[in-house]
């Protein structure tokens, strides 16, 4: 059921979520956080199918705010708020509002959805497009327990790392850390497998992919040994390296849907580990609205230490295809654990951070 209103208010959209599920028959509220999606009409299609189909695990009131571009003064000067309120089959388990704002409600929107949250349950921002520099600090993003942008949707994508990490908050999260969940997973598992010693790893793919980028900061944050960035033709993330005391440990994807595992003494073994779509990306992140310590390390040791300071560029700096550059430790050098094993520091002293990590 979808009922549209003109030149409307928070109390009008309210009134007519209320006649919506009465309409449909079902007048109780079960649903579990309120998403806000901030987005632009080109994208607004995509994000909302992804958050209807991420409602089925959480249900949830999603409010699309789309902030519409006035063509003349006197538009931009006359505040106009547009809704469409969706109930039913149309929204997916939970409700929908679609916010159009048009002149001086545009720099007002958090005036706008404050009254249309659900009340005691948390609040979710997901910035599809064009996410602030500082998202805690944004109007929207004040009133969220947990926000989410995407680096991957940005025009210089693995610069945006280096803008999240200066402006970090505990609750931001971007969906280029969430996409590598299967992949450190994976190599946590595989570091289980029996006691060794990592000295240095690779992380092989695309370039101007952040997600690339985090993987190679949380495998030297994690293990504190040398990683380096190669570039491959992709798509998105096609091999990790780590050199060990037993033998090269690699997991290797040439395709987007079936990779490789191989292990010293242990024959290949195939692994599903497909590229996941949007929703399946969202829903993951809705599961958690705590503060993630692991991305936050991972982020906070920066893109620039990824270089080895002769004056190699990082892979995705933007000055025309580098090729690989070689890798620092959190402390700048080549070094182990305490223990003088940086394998173990990530699959048994670090084991509940690793693990925590990877099955957010």
């Known amino acids: 059921m979808k009922i549209d209103l003109t030149e409307t208010t928070a109390s009008k959209i309210n009134k007519a979520l209320v006649e919506g599920r009465r309409a449909v028959g079902t007048p ?27 409602s089925r695990e959480h249900p949830s009131r999603t409010l699309v705010v789309i902030k519409r571009v006035s063509r003349s003064p006197r538009d931009r000067a006359k505040a106009r708020l547009d809704a469409e309120v969706r109930v039913g089959t149309e929204a997916g388990t939970g409700e929908t509002v679609v916010l159009r704002l ?16 659900l009340p005691d349950a948390p609040v979710v921002v997901w ?26 949707a940005c025009e210089r994508p693995v610069q945006e790392l280096s803008a999240r990490a200066e402006t970090y908050t505990p609750g931001d999260t971007d969906l280029a850390w969430t996409r590598i969940t299967p992949w450190r997973s994976m190599l946590a598992a595989a570091l289980d497998q029996g006691p060794c010693t990592v000295t240095s790893a690779e992380v092989e793919g695309e370039e101007f992919n952040p997600s690339c980028e985090l ?63 949007t929703a399946e990306l969202l829903a993951e992140e809705l599961r958690r609205l ?14 620039e230490r990824l270089g080895d300071g002769s004056g190699d560029q990082p892979a995705g700096s933007g000055n025309g295809g580098p090729a690989d550059t070689k890798g620092t430790t959190a402390e700048g050098e080549p070094a182990a654990s305490a223990d003088g094993n940086p394998a173990k520091a990530a699959s048994s002293g670090k084991k509940a951070s690793a693990k925590k990590a990877a099955t957010k």
């Open 28 to 54: 109780a509220i079960g649903m579990v956080l309120t998403l806000v999606i901030v987005t632009d009409e080109e994208n607004a299609y995509d994000a909302l199918k992804a958050a209807n189909e991420a």
């Open 102 to 117: 048009y002149g001086e409600a545009i720099d007002h929107a958090q005036s706008v959805v404050l009254p249309l949250l």
């Open 127 to 152: 910035w599809a497009v064009n996410a602030p520099l500082d998202p805690a600090k944004d109007p929207l993003g004040a009133l969220a327990q947990r926000r989410v942008t995407d680096a991957y």
């Open 215 to 277: 993987l190679a900061m949380w495998l030297a944050s994690r293990l504190n040994v040398p990683v380096s960035r190669k570039v491959s033709g992709g798509p998105g993330l096609t091999a990790v390296r780590m050199q060990s005391s037993g033998g090269p440990i690699v997991l290797d994807r040439p395709e987007a849907s079936l990779a490789t595992l191989s292990m010293p003494g242990q024959p290949d073994r195939s692994v599903a580990l497909k590229r996941r779509e």
């Open 290 to 303: 705590d503060p993630d310590d692991i991305y936050a390390a991972a982020l906070k040791f920066g893109v």
